[in-house]
DNA sequence: TCTGGGGTCCTAGGACCC
DNA sequence: TCTGGGGTCCTAGGACCC
C-alpha cells in the first residue's frame, strides 16, 4: 500500500494570482473573513517576514512600505479550483481522499524495487499545472503520516529535490528524520511537543524510536498511532467511502460591533439559516444544536455565553432552527455588552429519513416539500432570493467586511474573465 | 479602532443502571 | 469498624488539523 498526498502550493494566493497578472512576482497576502488576518502568504510575502495570522492592522507600515497586495478571501473560487484539481487527480488514482482545500490523499502504486512512483508524481504534477495552473508539491510513502512528512520535506527541499519526496526508503527516512523537528510532524502541535521534550524527543527519529506503548503511556491512542505509522505501520483505516458530516458549524465575526438585541437576533438568525441550508445540501437532519455569542477576547470582560438544545425530532428545517437559535439569544443577551462574534453548530447528524421518530413530537408533513421548493428558487434565482423574516434584509453592518475581495472568476457567469 | 472559520477524535468524569 | 462492582451513556473540554 502507498500513498500520496498533493497540496497546492500557497492555495489561496496561487488561486487569486491565476486570473490577477498583476499579483505575480510581487509580494501578496490573502485575508481571513473580515479582512482580520493573513491567512496565505506568497513567497515574497513570507521573505517579508509576514507570519500565518498576523493581524492585518499591525502590518500597516510594512503593507504600504513594500506594495503588498491584499486580497479577501474568495471560497467560490477556491472551491471550484478544488473541485478541478482533485478531477484531474482522479484521472491517475482511483482512490482520492479530499483531506482540506488544498490537499488530497491518493493511492499511488509501489514500484518493483520497493520504492515510491515518483515520476509518476512528477507527471501528477505537471497535469494539474496543465489543466488547472496551480503549483503543487508531492509527498509520497506507505502510511498517510509518513506521506504527509514527505510533502513537509517536498516544501523544504523544492529547490533541491523538483516538489517530490518519497519516504518509502528506510535508510532515507532515517537520514531525513534525524535532523527532523518533532513538531513539525503532522498530529504534533505545541501541547505535545511540550510533553516530549523533557523525554529527550526533540527530532522526528526520536518520535520514530519511541516504544509504542510509552507513546500511548504519553500521550493517548492518537500518539501510539501517529509512531505506529511512522514506522510504516498502517494505523487510518482505509475508506472507500467519503464520511459523512457529523457536524457543522457557521461563525462568524460581526463587521461593526453589535450592541443590542435585535441586530444579535438577526444576525443569528442569519447564520441558522445557513447552517439549516448546509445540512438539507447534505440530505441530513441534526439532533443538537448550540448557539453561542461573545465579545473580543482581547477587552475586559467580554459578555460570553451559550446554549444548547436537543432536537427532536432531528430536524433541518430553518423555522425550527433560527426559532430556537432566536430565543437562545435572548436568554443570552447582557444589555450593555459589547458583541463581536456569534454563531451556531449543528451536531449528531445524521441522513434524513433514518433517524428514529419522537413518540410525541412529529415534524411538520409539508416541511419536505417546502424546503425543496426553497432551496430550488435559491439556486436558481441565487442565495437568499428567499430567507425567513427573522433575518432581516438586505446588508447590515454586522456583515463579515470582504472589502478586497476578487470576482468569482470561474463561478458566477456575470463576473467570468474577458480576454480581448 | 482593527486579531478567521470549520472540522475530527479522544478522555475524564458524572449520572444512571442492575 | 463499616463502605460492592461493573457496566453504559453523555457531556465538556482539550488537542489536533487546515
Known sequence: MSWGIVDVANFYVSAERLFDPA?????????????????????????????????????????????????????????????????????????????????????????????????????????????????????????????????????ATEKVWGGVVDLHDTELRARLFAKWPVGE???????????????????????????????????TVVLERLVRELGGVECDDFRPEPEALKATAVTRQFGEPVRDLDALR???????????????????????????????RYRPNPPNASRSARLSPATNDPRVIVGIAGRMVESMFEPGGVYTKCGILLEDLSAEGAPQGDLFASADPKAPELLATIDGLNARF???????????????????????????????????????
Open 23 to 155: 499579483l505575480r512576482k510581487v509580494p501578496v497576502i490573502v485575508l481571513s473573513n473580515n479582512d482580520g488576518c493573513a491567512i496565505a502568504r506568497s513567497e515574497e510575502a513570507k521573505a517579508l517576514h509576514i507570519k500565518m495570522g498576523d493581524p492585518v492592522f499591525k502590518l500597516r507600515d510594512t503593507i504600504r512600505k513594500h506594495g503588498i497586495q491584499l486580497r479577501s478571501s474568495n471560497y467560490e473560487l477556491y472551491a471550484d479550483l478544488n473541485r478541478r484539481f482533485n478531477e484531474v487527480l482522479g484521472e491517475f488514482s482511483d482512490v482520492v481522499e479530499v483531506y482540506s482545500i488544498d490537499e488530497s490523499f491518493y493511492r499511488a502504486p509501489v514500484l518493483a524495487n520497493g520504492l515510491g512512483d515518483v515520476a509518476g508524481a512528477h507527471r501528477v504534477r505537471e497535469a494539474i499545472a496543465r489543466s488547472v495552473g496551480l503549483p503543487t508539491r508531492i509527498g509520497l510513502g506507505p502510511t498517510r503520516t509518513l506521506s504527509k512528512v514527505a510533502n513537509a520535506l517536498a516544501k
Open 185 to 219: 510532524v503532522w498530529g504534533i502541535g505545541r501541547a505535545l511537543e511540550a510533553r516530549l521534550k523533557p523525554l529527550g524527543i526533540t527530532t522526528t527519529a526520536d518520535l520514530a524510536a519511541m516504544p509504542p506503548a510509552v507513546a500511548r503511556d504519553v500521550g
Open 266 to 296: 438577526e444576525a443569528m438568525a442569519r447564520r441558522a439559516w445557513r447552517a439549516a441550508e448546509k445540512i438539507r445540501a447534505q440530505g441530513l437532519v441534526a439532533t443538537r444544536l448550540i448557539a453561542f455569542a461573545h465579545g473580543s
Open 382 to 420: 441565487g442565495r437568499d432570493t428567499i430567507t425567513l423574516a427573522a433575518q432581516g434584509r438586505g446588508a447590515r453592518g454586522f456583515d463579515t467586511k470582504r472589502s478586497q475581495k476578487s470576482p468569482s472568476w470561474t463561478t458566477n457567469l456575470a463576473e467570468i474573465p474577458i480576454a480581448r
